[in-house]
């Protein structure tokens, strides 16, 4: 069974920076890709962004040019670098990895921007 463990979450000013970082640990099948998705209150999970094992990566057009996923998929890591974080990017981000045997979701963590 795979664990997803996240860090780096935490509240920041608009305009500033954070970068989240996620690890996997346990026996699971060949990871085919890791990202990001995020779930702000009363709204619906959305992916933020994704980096594949042929380091295709693929980001919300809401983030593009602002964020940046980057990690070791062969280690089954991945981090994203948030920058000029605005209000609306207040929500809880998870970390998902996609392997042979399905998805598997970290328990989020949570990231708040103050205007």
């Known amino acids: 069974q795979v664990q997803l463990v996240e860090s780096g979450g935490g509240l920041v000013q608009a305009g500033g920076s954070l970068r989240l970082s996620c690890a996997a640990s346990?026996?699971?099948?060949?990871?085919?890709?890791m990202g990001w998705y995020r779930q702000a209150p009363g709204k619906e999970r959305e992916q933020v962004a994704t980096?594949?094992?042929?380091?295709?990566?693929n980001y919300a057009p809401s983030v593009k040019g602002r964020f940046i996923v980057s990690g070791d998929i062969a280690k089954s890591t991945v981090d994203l670098q948030m920058n000029s974080l605005q209000p609306d990017d207040t929500a809880v981000y998870y970390c998902?990895?996609?392997?042979?045997?399905?998805?598997?979701w970290g328990q989020g963590t949570q990231v708040t921007v103050s205007a």
């Open positions: 346990g026996n699971y099948a060949r990871t085919l890709g």
């Open positions: 980096l594949t094992n042929d380091r295709r990566t």
């Open positions: 998902v990895l996609a392997a042979d045997g399905g998805l598997t």
